[in-house]
């Protein structure tokens, strides 16, 4: 697809034509570019940071989120979800391990709960919805940086999600999951990007090799991580991986 792009430089219109492509699938390199200088936030009033409670009124589930201790309003950051599965995460363990992650990328964590402990509901998914525009409204947030990861269940809330709200949710990470969903019509202007962690004998596999395949179909960029023969959750360097793959979704 080529598309006309006007670009003006001080008192001249120039006029091109660029043949657009689709996001890289691959994974990033080990080490990225800093996205800015590292130093003390700049003053005024900045919003609460840290571990906050956060709800949203029309449903009685529970979230919280965790903002960077050195969150900077000049800043952009990314913000993702983690959708739990059948087990309910630990949050003092989840926050051990993600906190070094959004201090150092910029990161905004929300978490929010399930209704019922053994797992979410599609309706659920609008709660995922409202809680990221939320946090979105109170902060500076990146709008090409939202994403949803999650397994299990978690993980396919996170596909409806990301399918229903495409000028939200530009990203979602599934571990193990699929969707029967046909997925959404490629809009380059609300850009969507998978990462599919696949198990080769997952009870899930079939799921996720249709799932894989509408995707494709569909031109949407999907980055595959093999996981081996059983699935399981990303070891601290897939993680770490994970969240840098998630720092390029704003590259052009």
């Given amino acids: 697809m080529t598309v006309e792009v006007e670009v003006r430089h001080k008192d001249q219109l120039r006029k091109f034509q660029v043949k657009l492509a689709s996001l890289p699938e691959g994974l990033p390199p080990k080490e990225l570019p800093p996205a800015h200088p590292r130093g003390k936030p700049t003053e005024g009033q900045r919003p609460k940071v840290g571990q906050i409670a956060l709800s949203v009124p029309e449903f009685k589930n529970e979230a919280w989120a965790y903002v960077p201790e050195g969150y900077d309003p000049s800043v952009q950051h990314g913000m993702i979800a983690i959708l739990h599965g059948s087990t309910v995460l630990d949050?003092?363990?989840?926050?051990?391990?993600?906190?070094?992650?959004?201090?150092?990328?910029?990161?905004?964590?929300?978490?929010?709960?399930?209704?019922?402990?053994?797992?979410?509901?599609?309706?659920?998914?609008?709660?995922?919805?409202?809680?990221?525009?939320?946090?979105?409204?109170?902060?500076?947030?990146?709008?090409?940086?939202?994403?949803?990861?999650?397994?299990?269940?978690?993980?396919?809330?996170?596909?409806?999600?990301?399918?229903?709200?495409?000028?939200?949710?530009?990203?979602?990470a599934v571990i193990d999951a699929g969707s029967m969903l046909p997925p959404p019509e490629t809009d380059p202007e609300h850009r969507l990007a998978i990462y599919l962690g696949t198990a080769k004998t997952s009870q899930q596999a079939q799921v996720v090799a249709a799932t894989l395949m509408r995707l494709k179909a569909m031109k949407i960029p999907v980055t595959q991580k093999d996981l081996g023969k059983e699935a399981r959750d990303l070891t601290p360097d897939e993680l770490a991986e994970l969240v840098r793959w998630f720092d390029t979704l704003d590259r052009i």
């Fill in 91 to 172: 949050l003092k363990a989840l926050l051990a391990q993600w906190k070094p992650l959004c201090d150092a990328n910029d990161l905004i964590l929300v978490v929010p709960k399930a209704r019922v402990n053994f797992g979410w509901q599609t309706d659920e998914a609008a709660f995922v919805e409202k809680l990221l525009a939320k946090v979105k409204s109170a902060y500076t947030v990146d709008s090409m940086r939202v994403a949803v990861f999650g397994r299990d269940s978690g993980a396919a809330l996170g596909l409806i999600a990301a399918y229903r709200s495409r000028e939200l949710i530009r990203a979602a």
